[in-house]
């Protein structure tokens, strides 16, 4: 190893040499410019995500919640036991609380908690069909320091849903005023891949509910803590 600066050399390139040695092979050079103010030498502009923004990011939820069953509760308490409180889920989970989740989720998902997902997954982690945790994985990894995490819980409700086929309707706006407008009133629909192509041949049907046939749901309640992994 050796430090030479010279002054001399302002421009130019740079080549190797070795002498009294004619099968002297160099099979890789590297050139690192350790000024703190050191220029940027390309820029290239690219897409890092598959979405669009959060919103989209988060709709990518295909509605389906997989059944991840434990065979024994070994290690399961002490995982559990390192989870942060929700308060405290502003910032970059700790190694101790990653090891958790990976711990965890290794525990439930086996190799499948080691392969990437497209889309947002969500995995209900159960033993002796009693539901310990949800297990929620993304594509894209979150800025916890720009997330805030809550979970509601709600009673069980009679309801047989169905996965989403289809565009999925993800946010509307209602016409407000004294005399609303219906060109005032907005839905958006988010695409999957299967049904780009046949996007403008879709339409999206509107009906009146009476207030009298509305579903009574209980209100949602706060629940839990978080246990979050590092991408």
């Known amino acids: 190893?050796?430090?030479?600066?010279?002054?001399?050399?302002?421009?130019?390139?740079?080549s190797l040499y070795c002498g009294q040695n004619a099968g002297?092979?160099?099979?890789?050079?590297?050139?690192?410019?350790?000024?703190?103010?050191?220029?940027?030498?390309?820029?290239?502009?690219?897409?890092?995500?598959?979405f669009t923004d959060f919103r989209h990011h988060i709709h990518s939820f295909q509605g389906l919640v997989f059944r991840a069953a434990l065979a024994d509760l070994n290690d399961v308490a002490a995982s559990v036991g390192a989870a942060v409180a929700l308060a405290a889920a502003n910032q970059q989970p700790a190694e101790a609380e990653a090891r958790a989740y990976n711990t965890l989720a290794d525990k439930a998902l086996g190799t499948a908690a080691r392969q990437p997902v497209t889309r947002l997954d969500v995995s209900r982690v159960e033993h002796g069909g009693s539901a310990l945790a949800l297990i929620v994985r993304t594509a894209d990894p979150l800025d916890w320091r720009r997330t805030t995490l809550s979970l509601l819980l709600a009673p069980a409700q009679l309801l047989q849903s169905d996965p989403p086929t289809g565009p999925r309707l993800i946010r509307a706006t209602f016409a407000m005023g004294a005399a609303p407008q219906p060109n005032d009133e907005s839905v958006t629909a988010l695409l999957d891949a299967a049904h780009r192509r046949t996007a403008l041949a879709t339409n999206i049907p509107a009906a009146a509910v009476q207030s009298g046939r509305s579903l009574s749901i209980p209100e949602p309640r706060p629940v839990g803590r978080s246990l979050?992994?590092?991408?």
């Open 1 to 14: 190893m050796f430090n030479v600066r010279d002054n001399r050399l302002a421009s130019g390139s740079v």
């Open 228 to 231: 979050r992994g590092i991408e």
């Open 24 to 50: 002297g092979q160099f099979r890789d050079v590297r050139v690192d410019d350790l000024r703190g103010n050191a220029p940027v030498v390309y820029r290239f502009k690219f897409t890092t995500s598959d």
